[in-house]
């Protein structure tokens, strides 16, 4: 929690300094506005992108490397209903939650072409061979 709020000060200091930094540069009409609004800028960019790259590997530490869809039943809307995830990252895996029973498969490799459930027997979808 404290490093979310690291990232969003650090966030919220770069946006600051580099607004500050540019309207003191353009609305100073002497030397004064460059002395003052120059650091003020360009320390604003380097505060930006640290918060930045913080939030991208925060996002990459959260990852949950055994992450599952919860078995459940899904509402019936006049058809079969069911729910396909496949993960990004290697090995490549697909569950397969079907909505009549609740029942969660996983398959090695992408969505297949044609799945029917083992629990209910049930077809859930078959794509035609074009």
Do not use: Y
Not at 94 to 116: H, M, Q, Y
Request: net charge negative; charged share 20%.
């Amino acid at each position: 929690m404290a490093n979310d709020s690291i990232g969003w000060n650090l966030l919220i200091a770069g946006w600051s300094c580099t607004l500050l930094g540019t309207g003191l540069v353009f609305t100073l009409p002497d030397p004064m506005g460059l002395l003052v609004g120059s650091p003020l800028l360009i320390a604003g960019f380097p505060l930006l992108l640290m918060a930045l790259s913080r939030g991208r590997s925060q996002t990459e530490r959260n990852a949950d490397p055994n992450w599952a869809p919860s078995p459940e039943t899904l509402p019936e809307a006049g058809r079969v209903m069911f729910r396909v995830d496949t993960t990004l990252d290697d090995p490549i895996r697909t569950s397969i939650l079907c909505g009549a029973c609740g029942n969660l498969e996983w398959v090695d490799g992408g969505k297949p072409r044609a799945f029917r459930c083992p629990a209910c027997a049930m077809d859930l979808w078959k794509q035609e061979e074009e």
